[in-house]
């Protein structure tokens, strides 16, 4: 859902990619195979866990939050 708010809105396809790592391609793609059927654990590898999660023991969360806040993310 969110990707293809992303192909309407600049700023939401810009807050999606920036600072993942991954590129438009990457996403297309991964969206690509989720829509037709494949299991996320298939279609999305580690980069997509480290660009869109917050997982690991305490410190390793406290971290990742800490550096969400920093970039602007409430």
């Not at 990619?17 to 195979?33: F, K, Y």
């Not at 590898?45 to 305490?58: E, K, L, P, S, W």
Request: with cysteine; glycine share 8%; proline share 1%.
């Amino acid at each position: 859902a969110y990707w293809t708010l992303a192909q309407k809105l600049p700023g939401a396809k810009a807050a999606l990619l920036d600072g993942t790592g991954l590129s438009e391609e990457d996403i297309a793609a991964a969206v690509a195979r989720l829509k037709a059927g494949e299991a996320a654990d298939a279609a999305l590898d580690d980069r997509y866990v480290m660009a869109f999660t917050i997982a690991g023991n305490a410190d390793d969360c406290r971290e990742l939050a800490a550096a969400y806040a920093a970039a602007g993310v409430t």
